[in-house]
Each structure stands twice: as structure tokens, then as C-alpha cells.
């Protein structure tokens, strides 16, 4: 089987989807320089998967070690690119790092893949490049909107640069997937997400409440034009979304791609407001909520779920799993972790 590359492959979306590729018999190589993640992550792959992947601690910002790794495995026929910093809060107090991190590795990867077998390259992109769009649900055709952060604009300028790439190098090619908003764990409990500090997204936040670490969740805005006044988005299990990344790459790897640039929406295609997350994880968990009312917070998109047709009918990939299916294992990897 093909030998793929999983840079931050210890991270949360990435463990997940180096379990989905080794459960497809795929044989992976992970690069993670646990900034953001736990070496603790590769045994639950291997609990997981029976198989322990083979990991680099390597920091993808310098440059002679990424060039030494691609000369040690010059067989790599994959790559699925993870390895990013993604808080936004943080991206606007320090753009360069964020610069850093999410576009020079960027490069610095794409520069080796001259010399590879066979370069197939998957990138992790966002539904934030489509800023608050104009129609709903969002197609991949929407325009893109000026970044709202210095590390959306790393998602924006990410996806320019590998479309440049492509257009002169035929013998790359590349997808693009714009995740809508990953949550969930895998339902082993043996991974999940590991947000360091106060979590900047919501569910980490729900879960940490309801466990007692957080003393108050707060729910920002409840005036917004959605049918309870909370914002609205587009929650999809890890799980569901670790196996799209698996469709992708065969795509590629069988030179099924109709262009050697695609773009992909990886959604549900239904909206969830934040009060319906609430409830969701209200009644799974059998757990009441302590949470208020908030201001609006500045930023925040008022609703955006994804048009899936492109997905669902071109790549052929269809979200399987439930809101409460992810809230469920969110809350029964908190307990995990508790322990
Ligand atoms: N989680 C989300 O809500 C979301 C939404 C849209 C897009 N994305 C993108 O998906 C990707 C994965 O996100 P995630 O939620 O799994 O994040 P994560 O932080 O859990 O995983 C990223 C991993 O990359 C590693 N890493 C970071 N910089 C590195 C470097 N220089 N060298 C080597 N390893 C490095 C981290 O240690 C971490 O294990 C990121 O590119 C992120 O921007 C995430």
C-alpha cells in the first residue's frame, strides 16, 4: 500500500485520519513537533488501529529537516498537509508566527515534491475563507472574502499558492478541503481533541463546563436573524471528516481528479445554532448547562453551513454521523480525560 506523509498527524483531525488510513491498510508517516498535540496521542492510534504509525518529531519551520525527511523518504506517494496554528485570537496578536508556521512549511513542503514518486498533496483549508456569504448554504464557487484574521488569511494565501503550484507543475496534484466546523472524537475514546488552554471553539468549551473545569459557558449574542437568535454553523464529526480526507487521496492516487486543483466543502449541509448544540449536549449527556447570555462577539459570522452536492456527488463522500452522535463522543472523551 501507498506510503503517506500526515504532518500533524498527533493533532486532533489529523490522529483521526491517520486511523481511518491505517485501518485502509495505507502505511503512514507522521510529522508533528507537539506544539499543539501530546505524544501520548500515537498509542491511542495504535489501541486504535493495532498498528503503531511511524512518527518524526519535526518542526516543519526548518527547512533543512523537511528537505532531510523527503530525501529519507523519497517513496512518500501522499500527503495530507495538517500541520498548521489555528487560533484565531492568537493569529491577530502574532500574524508572523501564524505567517510562519502556516505559509513557510506550506512552501518549504510543496518544494520537495519534485523529487517524490508520485506527489498528491491535500490541504487542510477552512470554511472562514467565505467570511459571512452571501447565499446560503455555502458552494465552493462563493466568492471568497476578505480575511476576518491573520490566520484565516494563512488558509486564503494557502490555497493561492498550491493552485500557482499546480498550474506549472503537472505533475502535482492537489485538493483543497474546507472543513466547516470539526467536533467530535473517535468513539474508541482512545483519541480526541486536546485544546490546550481555554478552548477557543465551542464544544471543548460545552464539555469543559459541564466536567467543572469551566465555571460558565457564555453564548455570544442571542439577537442574531436565526430562528433562536444564536449563530449558526455547520458541526461534522471528526470521524466523518477523517474519511473524507481518505476519499480524497484515492482520488489521487487513482488519477480520478477531473483537474490537478480541486476544491472541496467538507459539511454537513445543515446548520446548527448554538442553543440547538446545547440542547443536543443537554440530552445525550443527560448533564444541565450553566450558561448565559452574552454581548455579540466581534467577528462572528452570523450563520454558515456548506452546499455538500459537490462533495457528496463529485468526490463521493456524504457525512454519515449526528450531531448527537458527535456531542456524545465529545462528552464520553471529557469524561476520558477526567480520569
Ligand atoms: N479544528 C478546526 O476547527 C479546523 C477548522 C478548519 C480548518 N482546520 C485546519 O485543520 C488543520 C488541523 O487542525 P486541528 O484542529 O487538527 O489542529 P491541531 O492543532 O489539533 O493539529 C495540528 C497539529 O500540527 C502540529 N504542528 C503545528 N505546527 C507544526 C510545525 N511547524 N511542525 C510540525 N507540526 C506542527 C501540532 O503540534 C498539532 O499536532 C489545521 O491546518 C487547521 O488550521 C481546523
Not at 78 to 106: C, D, M, Q, R, W
Not at 219 to 232: A, M, N, S
Request: glycine content about 8%; some cysteine; aromatic content about 8%.
Amino acid at each position: 500500500m501507498a506510503k503517506i506523509l500526515v504532518t500533524g498527524g498527533l493533532g486532533f483531525i489529523g490522529s483521526h485520519t491517520v486511523v481511518e488510513l491505517q485501518n485502509k491498510g495505507f502505511d503512514v508517516v507522521i510529522i508533528d513537533n507537539l506544539s499543539n498535540s501530546s505524544i501520548n496521542v500515537l498509542e491511542g492510534i495504535t489501541a486504535i488501529t493495532k498498528k503503531q504509525p511511524e512518527f518524526e518529531k519535526l518542526d516543519l519551520r526548518e527547512k533543512s529537516k523537511v528537505q532531510a525527511f523527503f530525501k529519507k523518504h523519497a517513496d512518500i506517494e501522499g500527503i495530507i498537509h495538517f500541520a498548521a496554528s489555528k487560533a484565531v485570537g492568537e493569529s491577530v496578536g502574532n500574524p508572523l508566527l501564524y505567517y510562519e508556521n502556516n505559509i513557510n512549511t506550506l512552501v518549504y513542503i510543496l518544494q520537495e515534491l519534485k523529487g517524490l514518486k508520485s506527489s498528491n498533496f491535500i490541504f487542510s483549508s477552512s470554511c472562514t475563507v467565505y467570511g459571512q456569504a452571501d447565499t446560503l448554504p455555502i458552494k465552493e464557487s462563493a466568492p471568497i472574502k476578505p480575511a476576518e484574521s491573520p490566520y484565516g488569511n494563512t488558509k486564503q494565501i494557502g490555497e493561492e499558492i498550491i493552485k500557482d503550484t499546480c498550474k506549472v507543475n503537472d505533475d502535482l496534484n492537489a485538493i483543497s478541503l474546507r472543513y466547516f466546523n470539526p467536533i467530535g472524537a473517535h468513539e474508541s475514546v482512545h483519541i480526541g481533541e486536546l485544546p490546550i488552554g481555554v478552548p477557543q471553539n465551542l464544544v471543548p468549551f460545552i464539555t469543559q463546563t459541564a466536567i467543572g473545569i469551566r465555571e460558565q459557558l457564555s453564548v455570544f449574542g442571542d439577537d442574531y436573524p436565526t430562528q433562536d437568535g444564536t449563530c449558526i454553523r455547520d458541526y461534522i464529526h471528526v470521524v466523518d471528516l477523517a474519511k473524507a480526507h481518505v476519499i480524497a487521496l484515492e482520488r489521487l492516487l487513482s488519477k480520478s481528479n477531473s483537474d490537478n486543483y480541486e476544491v472541496f466543502n467538507l459539511g454537513t449541509g445543515t446548520g446548527s445554532s448554538v442553543l440547538e448544540v446545547i440542547k443536543s449536549f443537554e440530552s445525550v449527556s443527560e448533564e444541565k448547562l450553566n450558561y448565559k447570555i452574552a454581548n455579540r462577539r466581534e467577528g462572528d459570522v452570523i450563520a454558515a453551513y456548506a452546499d455538500t452536492e459537490k462533495a457528496n456527488n463529485v468526490l463521493g463522500w456524504t457525512s454519515k454521523l449526528s450531531l448527537d452522535d458527535a456531542m456524545r463522543s465529545a462528552w464520553n472523551w471529557q469524561k476520558k480525560l477526567k480520569n
